[in-house]
């Protein structure tokens, strides 16, 4: 049996919302949402490491380093790590329209704002990278429930510039819209784009995205039942056992079902021109609140463990549980573990087998809490 333990934390002033992304080892960035009328974005470097110098892996210290806020009011719409110490962050603006801000991360954590983007309004948003120069955004129409967009766009290699490339627009219902890189395919990029479709279902649709990031195509899909809230992540590649020839990325959606509890499934992604969706096994935990993150542990490549952190709909808790996907078709719960009442909730892993969450805690302050994995 696994063991996820509790390691050292820190807590920083009154926050709306959380997001969290990892730098580099031992480094995250959270990007919050300020508490007034109106709101701000602010960004939070954080050095997590087993000793107070940051010389040893671990979590036991989490120590604030630099931090940046935007002028402009907004809302968070996402945040991703890019490479070579870059990140994106995704809001929404006053005038309810995209903005893309990139900024830059010095080794110690000061932070510098670079070159920014803006697209038109949406709904809700996500955001993914495809490689270092390279992220789209997967956006719900803001009038039309019928419509959402996936928009392409390149970082400069110093930040100062963010140019927007190929897109395409669809018609179907989209809500919680989440977006997950499967890695390089032969001339290209795979994408994977869970959403609530208008039926309140589980619905997954894979693109293409070309090598110069100016052509998308769909590609393969499939759903599941209704959900109410939406998490995932790529984990590893496997090779199908009948077939060898056939290479398959494993993607975990994290979701509350109809009957309000956790429900973890697998899926495989052929890694094909066809992209073809199927589903490899399911497991469930208790009921929870529509909070949902996740992460992997092991190496960037290769991960046989999902962590996911949710709220508990019994306590609002936070609760870590542990899963084994191992194997083909294996989804089995491991350990868990828990801490104290929250409002939000974001998850990243910080070294091989340790990882952090931020969470927006009860009393609305901003908290960072470290974890040690002990994998069987």
């Known amino acids: ?18 997001e969290l992304t990892a730098v580099d080892q031992g480094l995250v960035v959270t990007t919050v949402s300020t508490v007034g009328d109106p709101a701000h974005l602010k960004l939070i470097a954080w050095q997590i490491s087993g ?47 995209l903005k893309l801000i990139a900024w830059q991360l010095s080794a110690n954590g000061q932070i510098e704002r670079r070159g920014e983007a803006a697209a038109g309004g949406y709904g809700e948003a996500a955001i993914a990278i495809l490689d270092a120069t390279r992220f789209l955004t997967f956006l719900s129409d803001p009038i039309d ?10 970082v400069s290699a110093d930040g100062n510039n963010i140019q927007r490339e190929g897109e395409v627009e669809n018609i179907g219902t989209c809500s919680i819209p989440r977006a997950v890189a499967i ?34 195509w769909r590609k393969g899909e499939a759903s599941a039942g209704a959900i109410h809230g939406i998490a ?26 109809a009957s309000g509890n956790l ?3 697998r899926w495989h992604v ?9 589903r490899h096994g399911d497991a469930t935990a208790g009921a929870i609140h529509s909070d949902i993150a996740v992460t992997k542990v092991g190496t960037m490549s290769q991960a046989d463990h ?66 040690k994995y002990s994998i069987p």
Do not use: C
């Open 1 to 18: 049996m696994s063991v996820l333990e509790r390691q050292g934390s820190a807590s920083a002033g009154f926050i709306g919302g959380v």
């Open 51 to 97: 000793d107070i110098q940051a010389n040893i892996a671990g979590a036991q210290f989490i120590v604030r380093k630099g931090e940046a806020s935007t002028d402009e009011v907004t809302d968070q719409g996402g945040v991703v790590s890019i490479g070579n110490y870059r990140i994106v962050t995704a809001l929404r603006d006053s005038h309810h329209k």
């Open 145 to 154: 429930p019928n419509k959402y967009k996936l928009i392409v766009w390149n």
């Open 183 to 216: 890695g390089p395919l032969s001339d290209g990029y795979g994408v994977v784009t869970p959403l609530r479709d208008a039926n309140g279902n589980l619905k997954l649709i894979a693109w293409w995205i070309s090598a110069d990031g100016q052509q998308v």
């Open 232 to 257: 995932a992540n790529w984990m590893k590649n496997v090779v199908d056992p009948v077939n060898p020839g056939v290479e398959n990325a494993v993607v975990i959606t994290a979701v509350r079902d």
């Open 263 to 265: 429900k973890v499934i």
């Open 270 to 278: 052929s890694r094909d021109q066809k992209q073809q969706i199927s």
């Open 306 to 371: 999902l962590i996911t952190a949710v709220r508990s709909a019994e306590d609002d808790y936070l609760k870590l549980i542990a899963w084994d996907i191992s194997g083909y078709d294996q989804v089995k719960r491991q350990g868990a573990a828990s801490a104290g009442n929250i409002l939000a909730i974001d998850i990243e892993p910080i070294w091989m087998n340790h990882l952090v969450t931020a969470v927006r805690t009860g009393d609305g302050k901003l908290k960072l809490i470290g974890w």
